[in-house]
């Protein structure tokens, strides 16, 4: 089963707003990250943030994570119409060789 | 150069058909990786190669055959595919940190 498991799936919201995706997961970790996905493209790495920082900026992405809670949060400020994409968290499992994605939430920003 | 390279982008194969999908990267990193991707899920780990040696088969059916002909290549030999194998095909490279570069995939379809 996949370990992260990001809520909500679907996200719609006007331009200018800012959007919060959070994303559970199960067992320890080495890091998490998140990943922008644009329709049927590849995957884009956004940023990653290790199991002993709690907070970490990257322009206009801010996330965040809880290791006593096993979660961790995407805030996107000021959103645009091209930030229209699925965004993915992936975890880096202490105890495997893999990062294993989540199901991701779709974002749809409205010009 | 950061940039992981996929072809082709698009394959149409009949299920009796011998293809290859290609994927190369000139990072210098160690590790690489096949994803299947189907619509509205998130990558499915297929193969993992590690310094050109294949560390892990997520059990993937013999028709798909991975191989690393070196360090900044990897293949995905295609043979007797069936039409539930038609996905978005992703390859992707690991960073220092363990995230991943990927490519633009292969969308692959199989009549």
């Known amino acids: 089963s996949q370990q992260g498991e990001e809520d909500p799936q679907a996200l719609s919201i006007q331009e200018g707003e800012n959007a919060t995706m959070n994303c559970s997961y199960k067992?320890?970790?080495?890091?998490l990250q998140w990943y922008r996905q644009n329709s049927g493209r590849g995957l884009v790495h956004l940023i990653l943030?290790?199991?002993?920082?709690r907070e970490k900026h990257s322009g206009r992405l801010r996330v965040t994570l809880d290791t006593s809670k096993k979660s961790s949060s995407l805030l996107i400020t000021a959103s645009r119409a091209a930030d229209t994409a699925s965004y993915f968290c992936?975890?880096?499992?202490?105890?495997?060789?893999?990062?294993?994605f989540g199901i991701g939430t779709k974002l749809q920003v409205i010009p | 150069d950061t940039e992981v390279t996929q072809t082709p982008k698009h394959l149409v194969m009949g299920m009796t058909n011998k293809k290859s999908l290609k994927c190369e990267q000139h990072?210098?990193?160690?590790?690489m990786y096949w994803y299947k991707q189907k619509a509205k899920k998130p990558p499915e780990l297929m193969f993992v190669?590690?310094?050109?040696?294949?560390?892990i088969n997520e059990s993937v059916p013999s028709r798909f055959s991975p191989e690393c002909p070196n360090s900044s290549l990897l293949n995905l030999h295609l043979h007797a595919l069936q039409p539930e194998d038609s996905a978005l095909y992703l390859c992707?490279?690991?960073?220092?940190?363990?995230?991943?570069?990927f490519g633009p995939g292969t969308r692959l379809t199989v009549t």
């Open positions: 992936a975890t880096d499992l202490v105890a495997y060789q893999k990062v294993t």
């Open positions: 067992t320890s970790i080495n890091n």
């Open positions: 943030i290790r199991s002993n920082e």
């Open positions: 990072m210098g990193h160690r590790a």
């Open positions: 190669y590690s310094y050109e040696k294949l560390s």
């Open positions: 992707a490279s690991e960073g220092s940190q363990s995230e991943q570069y």
